[in-house]
């Protein structure tokens, strides 16, 4: 027969076992959580690499392993650039220190990864974490966009031909309007005149609609021409002002242009030149009922032209700047006024794009509503080489130079 005291040792078990059955539970459930985790990471739809600081594999997921063809077992430890190679549109190399490591978040759109004769596009976004030794890891995720990337190439494919087939009977439309307009078979009594120049004019604006928005499927498929060459400012601009005088003219306005002594030539696509100025001057004009604009050109730095347009017009909100050339950057009680402007709210959007591939930068200032507005872009005046991403997708061809002028420029 136990005792009393034996009893009692019975059923009050030792600290140190008591212990060690709550570590024991403990671990089950961290080794559950543990497991789950691992499930689901594995299992997420995006591929998940992580990084050490000399960029070896330390993990990856069942996507990743899709992605590179190889399993986390053979993965592991190896270069990341070795074994997931990625690319841009235009065949430019991107390689894992341009992503990993960097003091923020990086997002890039857009990559092209190639296996198993599949071509991917990819949106890559890394962040840097610490891992449970308190080591800095890089974590890359890789979203699969191809599909919706085929279905944008459709889609600026069709604006691209739909407007190629808008645009011709509207030019044809427009020269029998001229031709009446010019009496050419027959005179016209007054009410005729009035309604064939509103008909002009609707006309005039649905072939800048289709211009616009043929210019931006250029853009965004990355087609944008460039004949980039030697431009004199003061015969470029001669021309473009009178058109612009006579404009301002017509509503009662100041129209100035001058330009520094210093500022002789600027390299760039004329066509493209004439057409931003154009769309900045136009736009002042439009929104200008009293006043005077400016159009004023200063050296910026030894290598860049500045070319302001400035206005007495409606003005901007300071807090909608930012808004100003994003595509379809409609702004209310600004150029981009939706009632007044009509258009398709493209113009600001394709002048940024033309003017950074030429190698400048694009700009705006408005001291708020009702205070006039000033937009600005900036032009090398030396021979600018065109971008390695850009050079299969721009068509250029460069005015002779000096060997000694030939310089690489970059805005800043």
Known sequence: MPTQDSTQVLYNKPTHQILAQEIYKRSAELLEEKRHTENLLYNISEAVIAV??????????????ELINMSTEKAEGKALDEVLVLTSESGDKIESKNYCFKLQDVTIQN????????????????TTIKNPRQEDECIITLTDVTREKMLEKSKDEFISITSHELRTPMTIIRSYLWMMDNVRYGELNSKQH??????????????????????????????????????????FLERLSQDFELKAKEKGLKFKVSIDENCQVVYSDKGKLEETLTNLLGNSVKFTSAGEINLKVTKND???????????GKGIDPANLKQLFHKFGRIDNSYQTVAEAGGTGLGLYIVKNIVENMGGRVGAWSAGIGKGATFWFTLPSEYYEIPQNLRESAILTLAPVLETRISSICPV
């Open 52 to 65: 050490d600081t000399a960029s070896k594999i330390n993990i990856l997921n069942k996507t990743a392993e």
């Open 111 to 126: 990559l092209m990864h190639e296996s198993k004769g599949i071509t991917r596009y990819l949106k890559l976004q890394s």
């Open 194 to 235: 009035e309604f064939l120049s509103k008909a002009q004019g609707g006309v005039q604006r649905m072939l800048s609609m289709i211009n616009d928005t043929l210019n931006a499927s250029k853009i965004d498929q990355g087609k944008l021409q460039l004949k980039m060459e030697e431009i004199k400012i003061r015969e």
């Open 302 to 312: 030894n290598s860049f032209v500045k070319f302001e347009v400035s206005d007495t």
